[in-house]
């Protein structure tokens, strides 16, 4: 499956309207620094990894933030929002 990069926000790593390949997200885990695709309110955003919170029950909830931006994402990414990790 391929992506094709939109926007700014992952410069200089992605660049806005190349194609990149997206494996879809299976059972393997998740690591600080991958980036991954995710779905919120039906728009997909490609952000990198940089924190990982397990809860007590076990669940995780992921930080993720644009190499080019200086906050990351206002909110926690759970695993049922990814749909994949981008591959370089």
């Known amino acids: ?10 410069l200089p ?3 806005d309207g190349r194609k990149y390949k997206l494996h879809k997200l299976g059972k393997e885990d ?3 620094g991958e980036i991954v695709v ?3 309110e039906n728009v997909h955003i490609c952000h990198r990894v940089i924190k990982i919170v397990k809860s007590a ?3 995780c909830f992921y930080k993720v933030k644009g190499d080019n931006c200086h906050k990351s994402d206002p909110y926690a990414v759970t695993r049922n929002m990814i749909i994949g990790k981008v591959v370089l």
């Open 1 to 10: 499956m391929k992506i094709i990069a939109s926007g700014n926000s992952m």
């Open 13 to 15: 790593t992605l660049i």
């Open 30 to 32: 998740i690591h600080i």
């Open 38 to 40: 995710y779905k919120i």
């Open 57 to 59: 029950d076990g669940s």
